[in-house]
């Protein structure tokens, strides 16, 4: 399969999809996330492929959504690339969540946005030590997309979910490792292979169960996350027709402390 923002590579058992923007830190445009939607669907019917590891190209994970992309629909309607990117985006994390396979997320680099949310929807979070995670939502006037609402309260409780949100705290790989947010941290050296050895465990094992196991563990919230999912994108929409969101971003791509009225 050929992709433009994408690379995939299958080697025996194992799937690894790389977002490959790394001059934009590997944020979500259209493209890349109309391709991410496609290859996730190969891989949940390719019954050869019995783990998936999802990562980054370069120096990121995956910062979010493409705030240049954003910026050029301030003149006519800034909610409209929500509109379209978030229900592909959503899409996507539900694809994660009913793989019947286990999905390692590889956290390679910086983690902001909805990259956080993609990481969340895997069942696996093996992080690199130089790692960062920062939501950027409220730098640029936005909400929690990418099932952050539910996938972040539940991995690192209420209260440390709600401020990652409100106050953008900036946290490393370690504390994300004390705060639930990741399973393992790594040297930066050893990532891919630790990975790597980790599919190949999942890979060996047994898939059905694991498919089952899954499904178990979903069926308790993956009604409530499509819910959630639809929520933050009517949430997403409205923040995105606040003058605070136009401030916002332009404050960020001018390397300025955003003013904002509440607006």
Not at 36 to 63: P, Q, Y
Not at 81 to 93: G, L
Not at 140 to 153: E, F
């Amino acid at each position: 399969m050929n992709f433009e923002t994408i690379i995939f590579q299958k080697v025996g058992a194992i799937a690894k999809i790389k977002l490959n923007r790394p001059k934009e830190f590997n944020s979500i445009n259209f493209k890349m996330i109309s391709e991410m939607v496609r290859v996730l669907e190969h891989c949940s019917g390719d019954e050869e492929i019995k783990t998936v590891i999802l990562t980054g190209e370069g120096k990121a994970f995956c910062s979010g959504g493409d705030i240049r992309l954003f910026t050029e629909y301030f003149e006519s309607d800034p909610s409209e690339p929500f509109r379209q990117i978030i229900k592909q985006v959503n899409v996507a994390i539900i694809l994660l969540r009913r793989m019947p396979k286990p999905v390692i997320a590889s956290i390679n680099g910086a983690t902001g946005g909805g990259g956080i949310g993609l990481a969340a929807a895997c069942d696996l979070r093996i992080c690199a030590s130089s790692a960062k995670f920062k939501t950027g939502y409220r730098t640029i006037g936005l909400v929690g997309d990418a099932g952050y609402t539910l996938m972040i309260p539940l991995l690192v409780g209420f209260g440390r979910a709600t401020e990652l949100l409100l106050l953008d705290t900036l946290i490393d790989a370690k504390q994300a490792l004390d705060w639930g947010l990741v399973n393992h941290v790594v040297e930066d050296t050893e990532l891919e292979q630790f990975t790597n050895n980790t599919a190949l465990r999942l890979a060996e094992g047994p898939t059905r169960a694991f498919a089952i196991a899954k499904d178990n563990l979903n069926h308790a919230m993956i009604g409530l996350l499509e819910r959630q999912l639809e929520l933050e994108r009517v949430g997403m929409t409205n923040a995105a027709k606040t003058s605070d969101y136009i401030e916002g971003v332009k404050a960020f791509l001018e390397k300025r402390k955003p003013t904002f009225t509440g607006h």
